[in-house]
């Protein structure tokens, strides 16, 4: 017996919430919104995959990895588990990065770059500016290849771990590294636990290691009036503004709200 896109929807929202319902749908049918209310009556054309694909969800994997995409400032990247799954707070950090700095030929580098999303996304917006993306992950790289490939997005790539195998200076450093501390866990949702790659996520000392470990470093690798945005957790601004006041006292350190009125990231000048 078929069944038609309407009564499919219908069935799925037995399991799931009518977003994650409509995201599955029109990412199997390479549909917008609009398409998929113009084809609710039409037969279902993918039933057996839809239906695989909803059981998997029940199942606490995220959307974007059943898809194999995420949108990501009006682009869609792949994404896979081998690399976080790209959210609406970093392109809040990408609208003040592309803000502040209008100028061309900038020397950018995105350090912790998993999909490539911060990286790829500056220079398809700069399109003048010269773009560099680390990762400590072989398989992140691998990701963010292939989306700056399929994006057509002409950036750097170099395995790193922070500044280890990093001797250029930049003019721009961005940064959305791992800042959950792992008494986090419990409070924490199971799609991202399960499938999200924990090296990505989790950092030592409450999750504060990896902004002390670029403060360290980050004066050698910033061009004279060089600037560096980091992406942080909410609850951690304070901690983060005095260890890159500590690392560069002679630094200038703001921080920005999100739309939501959280603390979520940090500039540094030198």
């Given at each position: 017996m078929t069944k038609t896109n309407f009564e499919v929807?219908?069935?799925?929202?037995?399991?799931?919430?009518?977003?994650d319902v409509d995201l599955l749908l029109m990412g199997l049918n390479?549909?917008?919104?609009?398409?998929?209310?113009?084809?609710?009556?039409?037969?279902?054309q993918n039933w057996p995959i839809f239906e695989a694909y909803v059981r998997r969800a029940r199942n606490d994997e995220p959307i974007q990895y059943i898809l194999k995409q995420a949108h990501f400032y009006d682009r869609f990247?792949?994404?896979?588990?081998?690399?976080?799954?790209?959210?609406?707070?970093?392109?809040?950090?990408?609208?003040?990065v592309l803000a502040d700095n209008q100028q061309s030929h900038q020397k950018v580098l995105d350090l912790g770059t998993g999909s490539g999303a911060i990286a790829i996304t500056l220079k398809c917006e700069q399109p003048s500016w010269q773009v560099t993306a680390s990762d400590i992950s072989k398989d992140a790289i691998?990701?963010?290849?292939?989306?700056?490939?399929?994006?057509?997005?002409?950036?750097?790539?170099?395995?790193?771990?922070?500044?280890n195998n990093i001797d250029d200076k930049y003019d721009l450093i961005i940064s959305n590294p791992p800042y959950i501390a792992d008494t986090e866990i419990t409070v924490m949702d199971q799609t991202v636990l399960k499938y999200?790659?924990?090296?990505?996520?989790?950092?030592?000392?409450?999750?504060?290691?990896?902004?002390?470990?670029?403060?360290?470093?980050?004066?050698?690798?910033?061009l004279t009036n060089g600037t560096a945005y980091f992406e942080i957790g909410y609850q951690q601004g304070p901690q983060i503004i005095a260890i890159?006041?500590?690392?560069?006292?002679?630094?200038?350190?703001s921080l920005q709200k999100d739309m939501a009125g959280n603390?979520?990231?940090?500039?540094?000048?030198v």
């Open positions: 929807r219908q069935w799925a929202f037995s399991y799931l919430n009518q977003a390479d549909w917008t919104y609009s398409q998929l209310i113009l084809h609710l009556r039409d037969e279902c990247f792949y994404v896979d588990q081998r690399v976080l799954i790209p959210r609406m707070e970093t392109e809040e950090l990408i609208e003040w691998a990701v963010a290849k292939q989306n700056s490939t399929s994006l057509k997005a002409n950036v750097d790539f170099i395995v790193s771990d922070v500044f999200e790659p924990h090296l990505a996520l989790f950092a030592p000392n409450h999750g504060l290691a990896i902004y002390q470990q670029i403060a360290l470093n980050l004066k050698d690798h910033l890159f006041k500590k690392a560069l006292p002679d630094a200038t350190v603390d979520r990231m940090i500039k540094v000048g």
